[in-house]
C-alpha cells in the first residue's frame, strides 16, 4: 500500500505529463513514403471538392456541420501548426488570421472562430483557400525534402496524424455537405449517381437475418499492430465477455418501414427518456433525410432525392433511434467489445464499401455463399452504433500538449460506433476503430445492426 | 446457428413482453411486516418536511427540482395508481386531477402537468397534500389489514417498491429544499446544525490519503442476495478487471481549495471538452454553494451559510468537476465495478453517515485504526462519481408495465454514482446501488474517491 | 437663431436637472386627511390578498407577474425608501434584505432581486411580509403625527405618489393572481361570484352599436385640473383632430366569437405582421382566459371558469389583437387624443363598474336611456387599448431623481390604454389617465371599442 | 348619429376593401419611360454587386440580413409575381421554386422559405440568379413593348412600385453586406475609398450647432405631389405643431465620443428602460461597427476599417441610443412631423450626399454659408431617429391585395427616421419619405439630430 498525497505532491496533471516514447517509432515511413501519401490525402479532399461551387463551400447548414472551404483550410492550418511552426526553420504562416479562423477545438493552441459562425465568413473566398492549400502543399514538399528529415522521429508521426486527420475531414466533408444540400428545397446532388458494379447489380434481396453465435470468456480488445491508430485505440486491454449472437447483416430500410409502420415513432416504452423527449420536440418520424412520397419514401442522398430501397441499410438515425429499434426487434445492439470480437473472428470479409469504391451511398448486403458463410457489412456501408458510452480504455492517458485534445476530451456523453460507413477512406475501416457521436447526432453516417443472447 | 427474421417473426417488443415471476417471492414480507414499514417510512417523509412552512413547499428553483408538497403528493400517488387503482376493489381516487398533477414521467400512464410547472401551483395546498396524504394512508391501512392478503404475491412487491420509491424521494425532498433556500438571498436554514457527536468531535484531520491494492481478475458484480434492489443492479454477471488502487477516504474540500488555487478552473487542459463548456457558459469557479467570504470559503448547506471545513469531503461537484479534479492530481476516477469489488473486499465498515445521522451533511473521515485499515467513507457522506457510463448490465431488460420505465429509461447519458450520502435513507445504501445524473449536475450530494493503477 | 453646443455647454443631461417647484403644492392634504387615506389604501390591500392562502401567494406564473406577496412588501418598501429613509430622523429599515429583494426597477436606487426571480423566494413567509406591512404603517403613523409636518411639502407629494403607486400594485395583484390560478389545472377561484346588483340583471342585451360623432378641430389633452395626475398625463397641450366618431359601447364577447367564427385567427391580411407572429408562435385562438366547452366557450375569471356571457364586453385581447379586430370590423381603434375627447364631451357618465363595485369583471353595457345618451363604459370595465404609441407629450420630461423613472423610461415600444378596468381603483379611472402595455400583452384587463371616420 | 352593428353588416375587413382607383393616373409614365428606368434601375443593382464575389453572395450574418443574390432574385420575383404573372399571357415562371425561395413575406402570395435561413442557400448560384435576372428583363422588355400597353393603367404603377422596391432592396443590399463583412475577422473592404471631391476636402470642422427656430400652429402632413409616394405618406393631412427648433447639422462622431467619456453607456438614468435592457444585454458600449483602436476609435466601414473623423455624423446608432444621447445632451429628438415641417420650410438644400454621390459613407456637414443658413444634411447621409412611433396617418388604408402587405403591417413597435442616407438611392429621399425600423435596430444606416423647445 503506497500513500501519496495529492495535496503536496507534485500531481502530474499540473506539471504535464513527461513526453512518451513515439508510438511507432519502428514503424515509421521514409520521408519519400509519407510524400507520396500526403500527395495521395490532399489530392484526394481537392477530388471530393470539386463538384462543388464557391456558393456550395460557403455554407453551414446547423452547428455541427462546417463548411468545405473550411474543412479545406482547417487541414491545411493543422500542416501548419503542428508541423511546420514547430519544424521548419524560418516558418512564416501563410496568413496572421489563418490560425483564429481555422482552430477547431485546441483550447492550447489559442483563442479561435465560433465553431457556429463558421458560415459567416465568405472570406477568404473559395480560390484564396485553394491557393492557402497550394502554398502549404509547396511549402511541405520542400520540408519534407529537407529540414524535416533531421527531426524524422518527432515529425513523421505527427505528419502521419495530420493525414489521418484530414481522411476524417475527408468524411465530414461529405457528410456535411449532404446535410447542406439537403436544407435546400431545390434538392440538388453533390454528384450523378454512380452506376452499382455487376457484383451489385445481380445481389439477391437481403433475405433473413442469421444470427452468428460467438463464444464468450476473457478477450483481449484494442490495438495492438504496427500501423497508425488512434490513441483512443488502446491501450489493449481485457474484457469478460458472454456468449453472444450477432446479425450477419445490418438493418435495412424495409425493417425500418416495418418499425415505423408498427407505430415505432410513437410508442414511449420503446424509446429512451432522452430519445422519447427528441421525437416529440424534433418531430422525428423517420430517419434523417426520409421524405413521404406518395405512398412510399423517398430518400435525400448526395445524388439527390432517391427512391427508398427495400434491402440497403438505413443509414442517418441516432443512437436513440437505433435503440428504440433494437428494443422494439426484441434483440439489443451489440457492445463495442462484442463488435470488435465478431470483428476479428467471423467477419466475412467481402470487399468493403468505403470511399473507395465511389458508391457515397450503403449497399445491399451481397448474398450469402453458403451454410458457413460469417458476418457481412462489418467493414464500410455505415458506422454501426453500438451499445457502448464512449469512454477511455483501462490505462488511457491523454497525450501530452495539444494533439492530446484530440479524442480524449470528447469521452463524455458520447456513444461508441464501429466499422465505417461509405463515406468513410479505406484507411479508417479497421476492428478497432472508435467513432463516436452524441446519442441524438443523426447527421452521420451511421446505422445499426443486432445482437441477441443465446437462448 | 438460429435463424430468425424480425420482419415477420412476432418481436417481443411489438407483442409486450411476458410476465415474469415475481422475482423475490420466497422473500416476501408478511403484511403486518409491510404495514409497519409503510408507517414508519410514510411518516419519515411527514417528519422531513415538518421544519419547513407552506411557502418552502411551493417553490421550484429549477426544473430538476420539484416543490416539496409535490414530492409529499407524488409519492402517496404512485400508491393510489400502482397498490390500490388495481388490487383495491371499489377504489376511488382521492381526487380525479391528482392523477393528471402528481404523475412524474410515466407515460404508459397517461399525460401529466409538465415537470417544470410543478412551481406553479399553489392548489391543493399544503394543508390539502396533508389531508391527501392522510387519506391514503388509511386506506392502505384497510387495504393491508384486508384484501391485499389475496394476491399478496403480486401486492407485497409492488408496495416494496413503493417504499424504495419514497425514501429515494426522501433524499430529493433534502436536496431540492436545498437548493431552493440557497436562491434565497435570506439564506434560511433548512434546520438548525445537529451538534457532532463525540466520535466525530475527536476524529484527527483527514491525513493523507492511503491507497488501497485490490487485486484483478473476473469479478462478479451485480445484486445476488434476497433483500430487495432494483432492476438496475442485476443482473449479477462477470466483469474483467486489471489490479488497482482505490483511496481510503474521500476528496476533501481542502483538496478542493487546492485544485482551485492551483488553476483547476482555468486550464481547459484539465477537462472534458462537456466539461470546459459548462466552465465558461456557467461560470463554474468553485462546487456549488460555495461562495468566497472574505479571504475564505463558505458553504451554504441545510443548516445555513457555514465556514468551509477544511477536512470535511467536497459534495455538489459534477461528473465534469470531479474528471477535472481526478485529471489534475494525476490520478483517476474508480470505474463503478472497481468501486463495487472494493466496497466489497476491503471496507473498513465503519458506521456510515447517512440519513439516519440526522447530520444531513458530509463528515471528515474518521481516524485510521492501524496499518491494516479498509477504505473509509464507502457507505454515506457523499454520492461518489465513478467513471462509468450509466448502461444496463448484461442481460438486462425493462421490466413489463409502467413500472418498467422506473430505472431503464434513463440509461443514457449519465454517470453512475455509488455509496450513498448523508441525505440518503440507510436502506439506499449498499455495494451494489447504482444511483445516476448526468455529468453536469450539481444539485445532488455527490463527490468523489479516487483510484489509481498500480505502479 | 440661439447657438449652443453640446460638446461644451453643461449639458443639463449629464448635472441632472434642476429641483422643481411642488407641482400640487396649493391642494396639499393635512397630515390626518393624508393618514386616513393612508390607513384606507394599506388595509384594501390587505382586504385583497385575504382571499389567499399563502402558498397563492408566492406562485409568480410567468414574468410579467409578481407573487401577491411580493406586491405587498413591495409597496411597503416604497415607504421605506421614498418616504421614511429620507425623511425620518434616525429610520432604520425592517431589514437589511428588503431592499435589495423588494426594489422594482430603480436603477438609481441600487441592484436588485432579478424580476424572473420573485417566485424563487419562499421567504419572508407570508405572515413576515404581514409583520413588515404592520411596522412599516406604525411608523408611517409616527411620522405623520411628527416629524413629517416639518416638511409637508416635500414629504405629502411624495406619499401621494406612494398611495396611488400602491393603488396600481393592487390591479395587478388582481390580474396577476389570475394568472397564477389560471395555470392551475384545478381552476380555483379567488373569490365566489359577487351577485349582480338589480341594476345589472335587469339590463337589455348589448345591442346594435351606436355612433357617436365628435367634431374635430384643435383640442387641449392631459391633465389641467388640482387634483393628482401622474407625470405622463401632462403636460397639457394642443392637438389637431379630424371629425370622428366612436362606438357608444365596448366591443362583446358575442362580437368577438363572430370574428373567431369568420377565422379571425387563422387570416393574415387581418394582422400586423407582429401580430400574425404571434398568432403562429404562440398559437393564439381566442383571448387569454377563454376555453373551449363543448360547442361554446368558457372564460376563466376570478370566480373559476365561467360560461360565456355574449353581452359582456371581450377583456383579456392584446393590442395585436384589438387592431386585428378593428380591421376585420371595417373599422378601427379610436387614438388617445380622440378618446380623451369623447370621454370628456360625450360619455353618458354611467356609475363605473371599478374595483369598488367588487365585481371583478366586466359588465354589459346599461340600457340605453333615450335618443340623445352619450357614450357607456368609458369608465371602468375594461382598459381600452387605442391606436397610440406610449410616447411623451410635447415638452414631457423625466422628473429628477428615482421617481423620474417611473413612468417615462418605459415610453417605448407600448401601446397607451384608457379609462379603466373593473379592478381598478376608482381613484385611477380618468380622462386623462395613461395606462400602457406592450402590443402582445394579454394578462391586462384591456378590451377594446371602435372608432370610425364619418362619411 | 349612425347606427352600424358589426355582427350584421357586411363588415368591409372581411370581404375586401372595393378597389380602389390607380393612385396616380394623370402621371403615367409611358411606356418607354418605364422602359428606360427599368433598365436603369435593374442595371444599378447589378452593379452594387459587381464588386463581390460568388462567396459574399451567399452568406446571412442575422436574421434581419439577407443574402446579396436574395436580394437580386428577390426583386427580380416581384416583377414576375406582381407583373408577369398576372399580365402577361402565357406567363411561365422561370423556376418553379423561385415562388417559395424569393417571396419574402407577402402571405397573401403563399407559403415561403423561412428568413432566417436564407443564408443555408448555396443554389441557384450567382450565376443561376444573374441569369435569372437576365430572362426577367429580357420578358418584361418584351412586355412592355407588347401586351402591357394594352392594361397600361394597371400595369405601370406596379411596374413602379417594382422598381422603388427594387431600390429599397439596393439599399438594404449595402446595409446587409457591410454587416456580413464586418463579422469576418479578415475587415474585408466592399470597395476602395472614393475619394473625397474638392467641396468636402475644404470643408472646415462640423463648428457649433446652430438652432433654427421654427413658428408652430396647424401644419399639413404627408405627400400631397404627383410624383410617387408610398401609401404610408398619406393621407395628407392636418397636425397641430407648438413652436420648436431644430439643430443645423446631424450629431457627429466627435460628439458621439464626449458622449461616450461623460459614460454614457454606463448611467441607466439616461436610458428608456428597453435600452438599458439592450446594454447589458449586449454590452453595447459604442456605435455599432465601433472598435477601439489603440487609444481612439475605428470604424468598419464599406471601404473597411477606417479611423473616426470627428466631424463626421455618428451613424449605426439604433433608436434607443440617440434617444440616451439626446437625453443626456440636455435636448430632444424632433417629432416626425417637426423634422417634415423644417425640412419644407428651412432646408439648406445643399446637394445631398445619398447613393448617387458613391461616397457610401456619411459627410461631414458643409460649411456655412452665413448667417441666414438654413438647416443642412436633412437629404442623405444618414436616417435620422424621430420621437415618432411608426403608426398609420389619420384615414390611412392598408391598400388591397399581397400590395397591400408593403406597409401597413409594419405599423407597430417601430419608430421613424427621415432623410435617407448615403446608401439610400436619389428617388428615396424627400421630406414626406417615412423609414422605420425597430428601436433597437443598428445595422441600418441611422444616426441623429437634436430638437429642442424654445425658452
Redo the contacts between chains.
Sequence with gaps: ???????V?S????TGLPPEEPRFASDLPTPEQLAARYEEVRATTEALSAPL???????Q?MPDVSPT?WHRAHTTWFFETFVLAPYEPGFRPVHP?YD??FNS?Y??VGPR?PRH?R????????AEVGAYRATVDHTMGSFLAGSARERWDEVAPIIEIGLHHEQQHQELLLVDIKH??S????C?SYQVRVPAGPASSSWSPAG??????VEGG?AELGHAGRGFAWDNEGPR????L?DF?VADRLVTC??WE?FIR?GGYTR?????????AMVQQEGWEAPLYWERDGHGWALFTLHGRQPLVTDEPVVHVS??EA?AYA?????RLPTEAEWEVAATRVAAGEPPNDLSTGALHPRAAPPVAGERDGVRQLAGDVWEWT???Y??Y??FR?PPGAV??YNG?????QMVLRGGACVTPAAHVRPTYRNFFP?SARWAAAGLR?AA?P?
Design positions: 500500500m503506497t500513500i501519496t498525497d495529492p495535496q505532491a500531481p502530474r496533471g499540473s461551387n464557391p456558393e456550395d463551400q460557403v455554407v447548414s472551404k488570421s483564429y479562423l477545438y483550447e492550447q472562430h459562425e458560415g459567416l465568413l465568405s472570406r477568404p473566398t473559395v447542406v444540400l436544407r435546400n428545397p431545390l440538388p433473413p437475418v442469421r444470427w452468428c453465435e476473457v486491454h481485457r474484457v469478460f458472454d449472437a424495409g425493417e416495418a408498427d414511449p416504452e420503446l424509446w429512451l427518456s432522452e430519445g422519447w443512437f436513440l435503440d428494443r422494439w426487434s426484441g434483440f451499445a457502448s458510452a469512454r477511455p483501462p490505462g491523454n492530446g485534445e476530451k470528447f469521452m463524455c456523453s446519442p443486432l443472447d437462448a
